[in-house]
C-alpha cells in the first residue's frame, strides 16, 4: 500500500520526540534532571509501546520513504515488545544505576537510541535500512556497556563487543554488496522477485546468504558466532547486561526474519540448511556450557546462546520440500518464543538487580542461596523464571519450546528436534539447581531485600505474567500467527 496514512508512523516519531526533549532536558537541566530524563523515558516508551500493541491489529501494509520503511502488523507486534521491554528495563535498574552513581542521563538516551535502532531493524524493507538500524542500536549498546569508566571489565566487554561486532557488521555489508550486485536492488520485495525469478547467477546469491547468516547469527548469539555474548553478560554491569541481553535480541529475530524470509524466501534450501547447524550447535554449546558456570550472569549467557538456538528452529522450519504451507506456523512459533524469553530474561535480571546493593553484585551462584527464608515471594518469582527457562509445565516456556519442537517435527527434522529435547535436559539441571540453592540452602547474606515498590510490583506482575501466558498461551499466540500471515511475502 504506497499512500500510507502518515498515522502509522506517529509511535516511532513520539518516540524520536522523547529522545530529543531528554536530550535537551540533560543538557540544559543537568544532573538535577536526571529523575526527569528517567520519567520521558519511562512514559514515552509505555505509551509508544501500547500504540504500537494497537497499531498491530491493522491487517494492511504501509510503506515509507520510497519503500524503505513498512508498517506492518509484525513490524508494530515486535515494536510494542522491545518498546514496553525498554520501559520494564529501565524500572528495574533505577536502583542498581542509584546505587553506583551510574543514574544518569547517558545510559536512558543510549538506551533510547538503541531502542530507535531496533524500531528501524524491525521494520526496515530495505538493506541499507536494515543495516543503518543494526548499527545505531549496535553502537549505542557498545556505549552504553562502557559507562562504568572505572571499571576495567566493563571497558574489557564493550571492546570485545566492538570488535566482533565490526567483524560481523563486515560480513553482512559484503553479503548485501553481493546481493545487491546480482539481483540489481536493494529492496526486500524486488530481491525476492529477482531471485524467483531463477535467471540470478546461483554462486553469487549462494555466497551473499552465507554472509548474511553470519550477520544474523553473530547478532543473535549463536555458536559459533557466540564469543562475545558470556564476556559481555559478565563484563558489563547488570542493568547494561539486561539492555543487551533483553529486546535486541528480540529485535534481531525479526531483523533476521525480514532478511532471510521477506527477501530471500526463494532461497530457504540453502540458508535452512546453515539454521540447521547453528542451531544444532547453539544448543549444543549452550546447554552443555551453562552447567559448569558459577557465575549467573554468565550462565544466563548461555541460556540465550541455547534459547536462540530453539528460535532458530522456527526460523529453519518454514519451508518443507519447497513449499511454504507451514510457514505461517514456523515463523509464528519462533516470534512466540521470542516474546517468551524477552519476558523471562526481564523477570530473571530483574530479581538478580533485586538482590544487588551498592558495592555488591550478586552475580554468583551462592549470591541465591536460602533466598526462600528472606524473600518468599521473589524466590518463588525467580522459580517461575527459571521453570520458563528450563520449559517446565505450567510455565509459558514450555509452551513456547513445544511450538517450536512441533514446527520442527513437521518439516520432518525429527532428529533435530530429539536434539532439542535431550539438550534442554542438560539445561535443566543448571537452571533447577537456582531452585535447589533458594529453597534448600541456608542463606550467607541475611541482609533484607529492598527496592522501590514500582519495581516490586512489577516483578510480581512479571512472574504472574509468566504463570498466566503459560496457561493461556493461545491469545498471544494467535497475535504471532496472524502478524506473521499478514506479513509473509507469499
Known amino acids: ?54 497499531n498491530a491489529f491493522d491487517p494492511q501494509q504501509h510503506y515509507f520513504f520510497s519503500r524503505m520503511y513498512v508498517v506492518d502488523s509484525f513490524a508494530s507486534a515486535m515494536k510494542a515488545v522491545v518498546s514496553l521491554g525498554y520501559a520494564v528495563s529501565i524500572v528495574y535498574s533505577r536502583k542498581y544505576l542509584e546505587d553506583r552513581d551510574l543514574f544518569r542521563g547517558d545510559f536512558f538516551l543510549l538506551g533510547m537510541f538503541s531502542l530507535l535502532g531496533q524500531l528501524v531493524m524491525i521494520s526496515g524493507n530495505n538493506f541499507l535500512t536494515l543495516y543503518l538500524g543494526l548499527e545505531l542500536m549496535s553502537l549505542s549498546l557498545y556505549a552504553v556497556i562502557a559507562l562504568r569508566r572505572d571499571a576495567a571489565q566493563s571497558n574489557e566487554a564493550a571492546m570485545k563487543y566492538y570488535v566482533l561486532g565490526a567483524l560481523a557488521s563486515g560480513f553482512l555489508l559484503y553479503g548485501i554488496s553481493m546481493l545487491y ?184 551462584l551462592d549470591d541465591f542461596k536460602g533466598l526462600n527464608q528472606r524473600s518468599p515471594i521473589f524466590a518463588f518469582v525467580m522459580m517461575v523464571m527459571m521453570f520458563s527457562l528450563a520449559g517446565i509445565p505450567p510455565t509459558v516456556g514450555f509452551y513456547a519450546k513445544l511450538a517450536v519442537l512441533e514446527a520442527t517435527m513437521n518439516a520432518g527434522l525429527t532428529w533435530l528436534a530429539v536434539l532439542a529435547v535431550v539438550t ?33 510490583t512489577l516483578l510480581a506482575l512479571n512472574g504472574v505474567a509468566v504463570l498466566v501466558l503459560g496457561i493461556v498461551p493461545g491469545p498471544l499466540m494467535t497475535v504471532c500467527l496472524q502478524a506473521i500471515q499478514h506479513t509473509l511475502p507469499l
Open 424 to 456: 534442554s535436559l542438560f539445561g535443566a539441571f543448571y537452571y533447577l539447581r537456582i531452585v535447589k540453592l533458594m529453597y534448600f540452602d541456608a542463606p550467607q547474606d541475611t541482609s533484607p531485600i529492598t527496592g522501590d515498590a514500582c519495581k516490586r
Open 1 to 54: 500500500m504506497q499512500n500510507a496514512p502518515m498515522n502509522a508512523l506517529l509511535p516511532d516519531a513520539l518516540l524520536m520526540f522523547a529522545v530529543v526533549v531528554a536530550w535537551l532536558n540533560d543538557t540544559f537541566v543537568g544532573q538535577a534532571g536526571r529523575r526527569t530524563t528517567y520519567y520521558i523515558a519511562v512514559v514515552s516508551t509505555v505509551v509508544a509501546g501500547v500504540w504500537f500493541a494497537i
Open 181 to 364: 550486485g546480482a539481483t540489481g536492488s536493494l529492496e526486500l520485495g524486488e530481491v525476492l522477485k529477482a531471485v524467483a525469478s531463477g535467471h540470478i547467477n546461483d554462486v553469487v546469491l549462494l555466497f551473499g546468504v552465507i554472509f548474511i547468516v553470519a550477520g544474523v547469527a553473530f547478532k543473535m548469539g549463536a555458536v559459533p558466532f557466540h564469543m562475545w555474548v558470556p564476556d559481555v553478560y559478565q563484563g558489563a554491569p547488570t542493568a547494561m547486561t539486561l539492555l543487551t541481553g533483553g529486546g535486541p535480541k528480540v529485535a534481531a529475530f525479526a531483523w533476521g526474519l525480514r532478511f532471510l524470509v521477506m527477501g530471500l524466501l526463494p532461497l530457504a534450501v540453502d540458508w535452512q540448511e546453515m539454521l540447521v547447524i547453528l542451531a544444532a550447535l547453539s544448543m549444543i554449546v549452550g546447554n552443555i556450557t551453562g552447567i559448569v558456570q558459577r557465575n549467573i550472569k554468565r550462565m544466563l549467557a548461555y541460556s540465550a546462546i541455547s534459547n536462540m538456538g530453539f528460535v532458530l528452529l522456527g526460523l529453519l522450519s518454514g519451508v518443507v520440500d519447497g513449499k511454504a504451507g507451514g510457514a505461517a506456523g514456523a515463523y509464528g512459533s519462533a516470534m512466540f518464543y521470542s516474546i517468551v524469553y524477552l519476558v523471562t530474561t526481564l523477570g530473571t535480571f530483574g530479581i538478580v538487580m533485586l538482590l544487588a546493593r551498592r558495592d555488591f553484585e550478586a552475580e554468583t
